[in-house]
């Protein structure tokens, strides 16, 4: 099983780049079956009904909507027919007009909704990736009341980010405590940096243990011998921490961070709850993708979310390419197989989120 | 002529993003393939209702009326949340995917244009339901291009609340009819040691739908209008500008509280009820629950004020609508008939205090005495403006709350706000 999946897996890679690639993997399904056939030992053949449903399942979940979002991105909003004063029954195919008008008309609100994206992504993963770390750190060492420092820890991750939206809108009201414990009244969900501020908090409380819990599990693998051979060597904390822990936790760590990256890149459900719809402080790609689908402009609305798509699946190949290596060094085979699945989940993030 | 070729035309199927399948899917059939003849109601069966989460449960107790009557034709009632947003979109995608599911649909007001010219709800006919005997401007909500789309269910409109024991005690004989002397009556009221702190008036102020009802009722009250007769943008006008300008206004001096722009319904509803506010503008459900609170028998109500003399209100309220995919549309009209009747309206009034469409009820001394703002709210809808029939609502608010929000927290001057929006609302009607 795994030789077939090697050659037909790894064929593609070489020829690089996004497009690449992304033709890659339609094909790859039918090489894989026609390789079966040709295969003369049963194997090849029992190891490809094994894989085909899984691939089907793929193709199903992701392929499928995503070929479909690419076509839909191409056809234009259905127009009023001023005559009749009916919407016409037929969407009109234009092309790449969809995308035309995002950088052209579009353009203003869409860059900052892409500014904005970035922007909470890299503050966020930043902050979580600091607070996880010192979570799964004390997580590690509390010996009394471990259980309950790490089920108080996990909480806001078991929350339901709807529901922590909702929360954290009413301490961000204008009487609310957060106005209460600074003193002063702060207008949290009008437009300005303070609603940046406000959705970057609810986000990191909400997602640092999930850092934390990843890190965590990396934690327990580090055996006690080598921090035992670094004390007596006269290693200080910090420098068992620098040297030891940190390099040892960082396969652990980037799944982890990518992961987030890949979550925070299509952040919806905060801003939109916590702040409102439409404010350009907090507007975000999926937000645009949203309020385009829910005037009934499928086309555009697409359009949005195939950007939004490729921005992801570029951060995603940029993160495997530029750390995987890294985890290759480091983890060996474990690490790798790591990223490569952080590859898939983040299609599958993608589609399903 | 009539042939509707309807093929499964692979033109759209699950795109997702952040959360929301969006499923877009069209059939191709012959071009514009239009209802030019009125609609057959014809077919007998069960059929379903749908509206938003009933809170109340008053809704029940009707349906079982209407099944009692009707053992072969039974309502099975489909609940959608209570966010209306959502509730339009699950709509959505049921006349997208042209599923049967759904029959009669709850439509907020401001929808009717939209699912009328998707063709999504059948033209009804206009004689066989008691329209005369209803508000007109509730009426004109279900109307779309002069043809009856919908039939008026509910209504709702906005009413000035107020603190009767403070005008009185600062020496005001009435509520203010017109907003100079609103804050004339305001200033009174501060100088009176209970009245030292309070803030004077608000709305709905957040960007959201209630932002645009609150603009509109500026624009109309100072004899503005949105769109004007034939339906097209008409909000760069002086009139206009001084409806906005009061809101931008009061911001600015404090009359209208800082943190207003924050308000939607329940907040400023929160900050009368603590006793924050002198004047609310609000819908009559704040009525019933502060009654219960500290203010009680403190307050009253009285129509809106405007620019010269009594303003004009939005409407809220409900719709009824037939699905165009749906089966058993006659016994769907037979119900619609039943549900939108003067006797099914009073029981709503009386156990959910949903506004009634008939003029009649406002009127009856009984429900008067349960509801004692019914006069003024009727006053409020008689005199109310619809908001923008607009196809394309969604965008058409959006625009309103963009400008209306950048003139109240002065990012913008209320004549370049207003000129934008012009230029905005053409945009989105298509001009």
Known sequence: MADTRTPTGTAPRPSGGAAGRRTGRPLAPVGRRAEAARATAGSGRMAALLVSPTLLVLAIVVLYPTIMALTESLYGPKGLDPRTGFIRSTEPFVGLKNYADIFGEAGGRFWNAFWNTTFFTGVTVALETVIGMAMALIMHRALKGRALVRAAILVPWAVPTAISGLLWRWIFNSNGIANGLLGRQILW?????????????????????????????GLQVIGKEVYEAARLDGAGPLRQFWHITLPLVKPALLVAVLFRCMDALRMFDLPYLLIGAQKNSVETLSMLAQDEASNVRFGPASAYAVLLFLYVFLIALAFVRLLGTDLVGDGGAGGRRGGRRGIVLSRRAEVTA | ????????????????????????????????????????FEGRGPITYVTGKDTTGTLQPVLDRWNKLHPKEKVTLIQLPTDADAQRQQMIQNAETKSDAYTVLSLDVVWTSEFAAHQWIDKLPERQFPLHKMLKPVVETAKYRGGLYAVPASSDGGMLYYRADLLKKAGVAGPPKTWAELKEDCAKVRKLPEGKGMSCYAGQFQKYEGLTVNFAEAVNSAGGEVTDADGRPDVDTPAARKGLDFLAGSFKDGTIPKEAITYQEEDSRQAFQSGKLLFLRNWPYVYSLAQKSKVAGKFAVAPLPGLNGPGASSLGGHNLALSSFARNKATALDFMKFFTSEQTAKSFLQGASLAPPYARLYDDPALVKQYPYLPVLKQSVLRAVPRPRVVQYGDATSAIQREAYAALNGGKSSAQALTDLQKDLKKVMGQ
């Open chain 1, 189 to 217: 969900t009008t437009e300005g940096f303070h609603a940046k501020v406000a959705v970057i908090v609810a986000e990191v409380w909400k997602t640092a243990p999930f850092i934390g819990l990843l890190v965590l599990a």
């Open chain 2, 1 to 40: 002529m009539k042939i509707r070729v309807i093929r499964a035309f692979p033109c759209s199927a699950a795109l997702v993003a952040a959360g929301l399948v969006l499923t877009a899917c069209g059939a191709s059939g012959d071009s514009g393939s239009g209802q030019s003849g009125p609609a057959s």
